[in-house]
């Protein structure tokens, strides 16, 4: 019986997925039709503010609601083979214990720098992983490590999952080259992959910051004073685990992250540079797994078999993308998205540009909590605000902003989140106190971002 009100109390994405199909559905069959005409500008197609005029009603059968799906999975079929082979490559660092290497290592070196500089050297790691390489479950198994880690050296739990799964999840929000949700984002928007990196990048410093300075200041104050740790009343004592101290960051084991560092690099500048899009970037990751593959001597067998098993293991994610592709489809098919878009943007018409984005931002706040995935709630959101944004003189680049910073300032809040209560799970911490010590420095965030988006309608935010 708990086990089933658990799982309804996640919202799991499909489900939430199937009910915005239907109701996108009955919608189509209700809705006054319209339509906005279009032309290309320089490349990229754009909306005509004045042309909305009424077109035919184009309502969605019971048989196309149900081909929506596998429609959505072929739309999106390229995303989601690329973020299955990251999966797969991935899983090829995880099973030759690079990873738990590169993590041993950091616990070996906090026995001659303190416990203090390790936790901050973590916090950075996780906020670089989360925020650069856009990875959140995949760094689970390494949680309870850090959490141990972290009771270990005289603090609690709390600040083990903090400064690890949760460092992580919040750096989502300002992610420079996050692949799932800028990657999606920009494909959609027609904007050049990971443009406009600068602004995040400078934000996502100031969040790191902020985020760094809130976990050391409890963790120096509860390892002075035990009694004022939130997690004094739970008993995390089981959560201590011995370290593998044979696993050791060798030379092959160094030189496998290097390849790894070197691989976003070369994404990083392809999407830059060379306008590289979805099959160069899988492509760069597949020959970055063999490459690793090869110097950890794995067999070919071995390595298809780790990376299909990475795969497996990505496919959830994968297929919420193209389940949120299915969403497309109906309101696409069903004549909904010129409708909706003409009804926002009427209902913005007296708001700054500025108030516009505001609310798009805390729209996708809300929106977080029924699609936890950011990569699926890209492709459920963007087709809306990509228009909007056209028809209310706002950037298409700050638009995407406003989306990421809805998307990511909330992952360590809705706890229908999955992964934010895996990793509280994973530190035994309760979510009521969980909330108390994250809700003011969420305040905090939540100011920045008003600003840094007023700066971006100011500044033009581009390159468009």
Request: with cysteine.
């Amino acid at each position: 019986m708990s086990e089933k009100k658990k799982e309804g109390f996640n919202f799991n994405p499909f489900i939430v997925m199937g009910i915005m199909v239907l109701l996108c559905t009955i919608a189509s069959w209700l809705v006054t039709p319209g339509a906005y005409d279009r032309e290309v500008v320089n490349g990229i197609n754009r909306v005509i503010a004045t042309s909305y005029h009424s077109v035919a009603r184009t309502p969605v059968g019971f048989l196309d609601m149900f081909a929506a799906l596998p429609a959505g999975l072929n739309g999106a079929g390229l995303m989601m083979f690329v973020v299955m082979l990251v999966g797969g490559t991935v899983e090829i660092y995880k099973r030759t214990g690079i990873m738990g290497a590169g993590i041993n290592s950091l616990l070996c070196l906090s026995k001659r720098i303190g416990g203090a500089a390790i936790i901050a050297i973590i916090t950075c790691a996780f906020f670089v992983i989360g925020g650069v390489v856009g990875w959140s479950e995949q760094i689970i198994p390494f949680v309870p490590i850090v959490v141990s880690l972290a009771i270990s050296l005289g603090y609690d739990s709390l600040v083990g999952i903090t400064a690890s799964g949760l460092a992580c999840l919040i750096s989502f929000a300002v992610a420079p080259f996050n692949l799932f949700t800028v990657g999606t984002a920009h494909t959609i928007a027609e904007l050049p992959m990971f443009s406009g990196w600068e602004l995040r990048t400078i934000t996502d410093i100031i969040i790191c910051a902020l985020w760094l300075f809130w976990l050391i200041r409890y963790a120096n104050k509860i390892k002075k004073d035990p009694s004022q740790s939130l997690m004094k009343d739970y008993d995390t004592s089981s959560l201590v685990i011995p370290v593998d101290e044979g696993n050791k960051l060798d030379g092959v084991k160094t030189i496998s992250l290097l390849v790894l560092a070197v691989s976003f690099g070369i994404v990083v500048y392809g999407a830059l540079n060379l306008k590289w899009s979805w099959p160069q970037i899988g492509a760069v990751f597949m020959i970055c797994g063999i490459i690793t593959a090869i110097l950890n001597k794995l067999s070919p067998t071995e390595t298809v078999n780790y990376i299909l098993d990475g795969m497996r293991g990505a496919m959830e994610g994968a297929l919420i993308i193209g389940a949120a592709r299915a969403v497309q489809v109906v309101l696409t098919n069903g004549g909904l998205v010129d409708p909706l878009v003409h009804w926002m943007s009427t209902f913005m018409q007296g708001s700054s540009a500025y108030i516009s984005t505001c609310i798009m931002f805390i729209a996708n706040f809300f929106i977080n909590a029924l699609i936890p995935s950011g990569s699926g709630q890209a492709m459920a959101v963007m087709p809306l605000m990509v228009p909007l944004a056209d028809l209310l003189h706002i950037t298409r680049q700050t638009a995407t902003l406003a989306f990421q910073f809805g998307d990511g300032i909330s992952n360590t809040l809705w706890f229908t989140n999955g992964t934010l209560l895996i990793y509280c799970a994973l530190g035994k911490v309760p979510l009521k106190v969980w909330y108390k010590f994250i809700l003011p420095l969420q305040g905090i965030y939540f100011l920045l971002e008003f600003g840094v988006l007023y700066f971006a309608i100011a500044s033009g935010y581009g390159p468009f």
